[in-house]
């Protein structure tokens, strides 16, 4: 079992930037694919970005590229999300996912490990 914790969430204006950190606990961080993900209200969780193993392969989705950045320290078994020129339409719940049986995957139920989620929340 593993047992992800994120942090780094909070009110920033549009345009300002957030730092998520997710950091793990338990089994081998470095084997696990790991995934950021959102929910605003009234909306289904969707996928933001994700990262491989060794961090030589990363996904974003279309909404966040060129302003997201993920990235992840295995010695600190942390994974990371930069979020640059935020936008209202950001603001949502954000997770953290993880799972070492996976490639990289957009998909939430391919993720068998989650964080309790931390509030973003972009003012106009």
């Known amino acids: 079992q593993v047992q992800l914790v994120e942090s780094g969430g909070g009110l920033v204006q549009a345009g300002g930037s957030l730092r998520l950190s997710c950091t793990a606990s338990g089994r081998t961080f470095s084997s696990y694919v790991m995934g950021w993900f959102r929910q605003a209200p009234g909306k289904e969780r969707e996928f933001v970005a994700s990262?491989?193993?060794?961090?030589?392969?990363?996904d974003y989705a279309d909404s966040v590229k060129g302003r997201f950045t993920i990235s992840r320290d295995n010695a600190k078994n942390t994974v990371y999300l930069q979020m640059n020129s935020l936008e209202p339409e950001d603001t949502a719940v954000y997770y953290c996912?993880?799972?070492?049986?996976?490639?990289?995957?957009?998909?939430?139920?391919?993720?068998?490990?989650w964080g309790q989620g931390t509030q973003v929340t972009v003012s106009s």
């Open positions: 990262i491989s193993r060794s961090s030589g392969y990363t």
């Open positions: 996912a993880g799972d070492s049986a996976i490639v990289l995957s957009r998909s939430p139920p391919t993720y068998n490990y």
